[in-house]
């Protein structure tokens, strides 16, 4: 006799947790900015629709970089308009300047990000500025946002360790959160680009903040996988109070600006996690599942997302 997969976990909550948590899809930037192979214009659009149509209610589109930099997000300007009309969705995107700001804007876009750096090998990596001189670049896009309603979250990379420095110190992170919400951020998404948190580093960062007047509601957190620490970490901020999650559907990710970055958080085994504690997200794992398992179709190789090969493991595709 076989035993049964589960398909959804056992609910059983855990005191000192959120009733919900708003899952903040990264997957179609995040997840894509780092492919080699070009993916399809109308593929990228119909990712974000099904993970759309899995309950997901903020999917970071795309990004308005130079396409140089970023060679596969340079179709936004053809992709946004193909998603822009999605009922009851954010489709936040990402703008480095006044230039990326004038591109989403022209295209109607609600809601931006600017990209920040902790460190200033990253920033002269990722920005080609210092840490400073990349804020002085988001003032004026920021504000200009702002005036025009346009909802502005602030991402802080390196949050936690830095490939080319090694440990940031906890208030070099705190000075620079401290100065994007100075110049108007609505949120801030604390990034762990190269996977290398623990919780107790997150609880610390987190109090630190606190102490300085940062309030835990503007604060989303952004995990990578490298070390296999992203859901750990996950669980660390939400019993600090954190309700917003960033993930990408099947732990599709990277960064092209810092070698040693990997996967993000697989969504699908956060909605596992979170379901098993009774933690509404509107996510219907299933579906999502299903859209991971489409996605690592077109890309030609399996997802790394556990709970994705745990629910869908024999119909991805297995080699490269
Ligand atoms: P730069 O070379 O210093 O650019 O790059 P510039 O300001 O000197 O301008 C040079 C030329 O680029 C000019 O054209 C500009 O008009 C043009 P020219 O006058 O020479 O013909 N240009 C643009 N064109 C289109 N769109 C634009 C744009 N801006 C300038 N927006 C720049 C500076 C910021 C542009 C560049 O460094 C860049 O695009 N960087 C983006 C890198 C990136 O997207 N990285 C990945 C996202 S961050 C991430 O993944 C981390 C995160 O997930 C959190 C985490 O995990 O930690 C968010
Ligand atoms: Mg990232």
């Known amino acids: 006799m076989t035993t049964p997969e589960p398909a959804l976990p056992m609910v059983v909550p855990a005191e000192g947790l959120p009733a919900r948590v708003r ?27 099904r ?7 903020t999917i970071e589109a795309t990004s308005f970089v130079h396409p140089k930099w970023v060679p596969q997000l340079a179709d936004a300007e053809q992709l946004f308009p193909l998603v822009r009309d999605l009922p009851g969705v954010h489709l936040p995107v990402l703008v480095p300047n006044d230039r990326g700001l004038d591109r989403a ?4 876009a609600g809601r931006i990000a600017v990209f920040a750096s902790a460190t200033e ?3 002269k990596a990722n920005l080609n500025r210092t840490v400073d001189e990349a804020l002085a670049m988001f003032a004026p896009v920021v504000e200009k946002a702002r005036a025009r309603n346009v909802h502005v979250r602030g991402y802080l990379s390196m949050c936690f360790g830095d490939p080319w420095e090694g440990a940031v110190p906890v208030p070099q992170v705190v000075r620079v959160c401290r100065a994007l919400l100075d110049l108007g951020c609505d949120e801030l998404s604390l990034g762990d680009t190269i996977g290398v948190a ?32 992203a859901l750990s970490n996950t669980l660390a901020a939400l ?56 996605m690592a179709g077109q890309l030609g ?3 790394p997302s556990r709970t994705v090969k745990a629910l869908g493991g024999t119909t991805q595709p297995h080699k490269e």
């Open 23 to 49: 899952i903040h899809e990264v997957g179609a930037r995040d997840g894509l900015q780092n492919e080699k192979a070009t993916v399809p214009t109308a593929v990228k659009a119909e990712f974000v629709r």
């Open 198 to 229: 623990t919780p107790g580093h997150v609880r610390a960062l987190l109090a630190a903040l606190n102490e300085q007047h940062i309030p835990t509601s503007a604060l989303g957190v952004h995990f990578h996988d490298t070390y296999g620490q």
């Open 51 to 57: 993970l759309a149509d899995a309950g997901l209610t």
């Open 105 to 108: 804007l022209a295209l109607g």
């Open 301 to 303: 190789r399996p997802s």
């Open 121 to 123: 090998s990253f920033a």
């Open 239 to 294: 019993q600090h109070g954190v309700t917003t999650v960033d993930a990408s559907a099947g732990g599709l990710g990277g960064c092209p600006y810092a070698k040693s970055a990997t996967g993000n958080l697989a969504t699908e085994d956060l909605v596992w996690m979170l379901q098993g504690l009774g933690i509404d997200t509107g996510v219907d794992l299933g579906r999502l599942t299903a859209t991971s398992v489409w």
